[in-house]
Each structure stands twice: as structure tokens, then as C-alpha cells.
């Protein structure tokens, strides 16, 4: 896909998760520590990222060091699809029969296990509801026979699932504390397919949510990290104004 047509598309996208987050009281595009963060808010920085989550790993470990941030990545779990002309008039609209999960934000995530679990980072997965605007200009992605993506607008946030501590990351991936797993099992369990299963088995062994202890039938067997280890500590519970539930460091 052009790398200008994708830019332009993630921005409507972008900017109305900013506005949404920042409020009427938050403040935008502010200058900490060298970068430009997209809201401040309540002494908390909102990073907002639609893809490439390993390209904010430096950002992030600069801005965790005084300021706790919430990375928002949104999953389009209803998506429309409407179909503009050469003069950008709506010619048919109809409902994608695709949903996205929030197991494939592993995809991402797996470039910032060497700064996760922390409890200075808050992962909020934005479950929207967005409108495309594709054009047939031969533009486009040649998995779409060039119809290019001319513009994704959020029409809805219907629901946001917060991962910060262990926990979180355990009870999103419906894993036992107490039973040992492989990735066969994650796949079962989340209905993802066996290379997302590895991507997910891989991120909690590099993050140490979870350890290698052995072998069954051929299959690597992972268990689950006691709640005395050292990574667990230093978390504590608090409540957003929007009602959501945060982990913080409690120092």
C-alpha cells in the first residue's frame, strides 16, 4: 500500500481517539523529555498507537521513568465498509463480517516485552467501531486488487479492556494460575491460530508471567509465575474518571 494513503488513514482514526481521551481538561501534543506525547491528562500521558507498537519502545522507556502512560490501541470490532466514487460520494455500504480480537494486539505487544509488566504502563485495547472509505483508483494494497483505503473515521468506543499487571494479562488470556500450559492449550482456549498461540506463549516467557518447566508429548509446557514473584509487587488498584479500573505503581 502506498505509505502516504496509510499515513493519511490512520490519522482521522487517530486524532478522534486523541480528542476523546484528552477531554475538555487534558492537553495535547505537549513536549516531555524530548518527544511529543499525544494527551496529558491528570498527570497521566495517553500514547496513541494504531500499529507498530515496537516503534514507540524508546518513547515509552523514557516517559515510564517519571510519568505513568496509557498506550490506547484500538481493535475494530465492527467494521463498516463503504464504497466511494472518483468524487468521493458513498456508492454502497455494507457491515465487514471480520471482527478483530484483542489476542491480535500479541502481535504487537511482543516488541515491548523487555519493558513489560510495568506498572507505569497501561495497555487499553479500544474495541471501536469505524467506518472505511475505500476507493477502486488501483492504488491500493494488491490483496485488494487496488481498491485503496481512503479514510477510517471511529464512530463508536464500545468497550476498553486494561492490561497492566500479571493478573490482567492471566485473566485476558484465560489461563489457570495453578495449571501448566502449552501453546496448543492457548490456542484452543482463545480460538487464534498456532502462530499467534506462539506469539503469545513467547511474550509471557520473555515478560516472566510465565516459565518453560519442561516437555509433554513434544510440546513445550509453561506454567504460570507464582504471586510472590518480584514482578507482582508494587501494584495497586485505582479507578479512572471514565470508571475504569488501573493498575499503579504503590511505592
Known sequence: MDKHISTYNESALHDSLKAYYKGDDGLSEVAIKGYYVD????????EIQTANLGAMKRKLSMLI?????VVVYPIPAVKWITRIDDQGKGVYRRRSPKKGTGYDVFKELIYLAPLLP???ITIALAFVEVEEARCDDGKGSWRRKG??????????????????DPEEYRSFLQLDEKSPFTTADI???????????????YFLRKTQMSEFIGKTER?????????????????????????????LYNA
Open 118 to 120: 510495568n506498572p507505569a
Open 219 to 247: 510440546k513445550h509446557l509453561y506454567r504460570w509465575r507464582a504471586e510472590s514473584d518480584p514482578i507482582r509487587s508494587g501494584f495497586e488498584t485505582v479507578k479512572g474518571e471514565r470508571g475504569e479500573t488501573r493498575k
Open 65 to 69: 521513568t517519571d510519568w505513568p502512560v
Open 147 to 164: 481498491v485503496s483505503i481512503v479514510d477510517r473515521k471511529l464512530l463508536s468506543i464500545q468497550s476498553t479492556q486494561m492490561l497492566s
Open 39 to 46: 494527551v496529558l491528562r491528570d498527570g497521566t500521558i495517553y
Open 187 to 201: 490456542k484452543r482456549k482463545l480460538s487464534v491460530s498456532a502462530s499467534l498461540a506462539s506469539r503469545i506463549a
